[in-house]
């Protein structure tokens, strides 16, 4: 069975920190790592992992992936109140035909 | 472009009650799914399903009922509703490109009470 697994559960900074989310998995046929952020409502995709060591950014946030040690990390430079969320990692399985969720992190930015 | 559509919003049952919960997609996307996410856990799979006519059991099925009658809508029924299915539910749905992969459309969430 395809395991995830995200650390911290939890999170508490002030604004304009910098903070790292770590997401391990025990997969089979690994092809891919998702995250996603979700505020109040429904997850929204962030990043898709497919490659070792090649960073993934969009603007204050990032990803990398590392296949050898089965882990991923999201960073968060110069966080903002608006970052407050729950970081969601994901595994798609084999054929992408369904998704296994880690726990997530929760994330609050205070100022 | 309304992307996943999930009705109702809300709803509150009693133990015993049945209903269904309403998805709808105009991406023509392929493959949809139904996840709940309990307080302080991730989302655990229901059901999914690959294409019209084809659906498979996620990790937590029991309980729970789904029929893809047509590519746009894939509908969750509830028989006998129990507390333990206090939850939220979320319907998902992703094309089948290989840029799709990744990119799964969420709805805006059914909050569930069952009392």
């Known amino acids: 069975e395809d395991k995830v697994v995200q650390s911290p559960l939890s999170l508490v900074v002030h604004e304009g920190d910098t903070v790292t989310l770590n997401c391990s998995y025990e997969?089979?046929?690994?092809?891919?790592l998702l995250w996603y952020k979700q505020e109040k409502k429904a997850p929204t995709f962030l990043f898709m992992l497919?490659?070792?060591?090649i960073e993934k950014k969009s603007g204050r946030l990032s990803s990398i992936l590392d296949k050898k040690e089965l882990f991923s990390i999201l960073n968060i430079t110069a966080t903002q109140t608006g970052d407050s969320a729950i970081y969601l990692c994901?595994?798609?399985?084999?054929?992408?035909?369904?998704?296994?969720f880690g726990t997530g992190t929760k994330l609050q930015v205070i100022p | 472009n309304a992307g996943v559509t999930q009705t109702p919003k809300f709803r509150i049952l009693k133990i015993g009650q049945s209903m269904t919960l309403q998805c709808t997609q105009d991406?023509?996307?392929?493959?949809m799914y139904w996840y709940r996410q309990d307080p302080g856990m991730g989302l655990k799979l229901i059901y999914y399903?690959?294409?019209?006519?084809?659906?498979d059991k996620g990790e937590v099925p029991n309980g729970y009922n789904v029929s893809r009658s047509t590519t746009e809508d894939f509908p969750l029924r509830l028989e006998l509703a129990a507390p333990s299915q206090t939850s939220v539910y979320f319907c998902?749905?992703?094309?089948?490109?290989?840029?799709?992969?990744?990119?799964?459309?969420f709805g805006s969430g059914t909050r569930l009470t069952v009392v």
């Open positions: 994901a595994y798609p399985g084999t054929g992408y035909q369904k998704v296994t």
């Open positions: 399903s690959v294409g019209a006519g084809i659906t």
């Open positions: 998902a749905s992703r094309g089948g490109t290989a840029e799709d992969r990744g990119g799964y459309t």
């Open positions: 997969v089979t046929n690994f092809r891919s």
């Open positions: 497919t490659s070792s060591g």
């Open positions: 991406m023509n996307h392929n493959y």
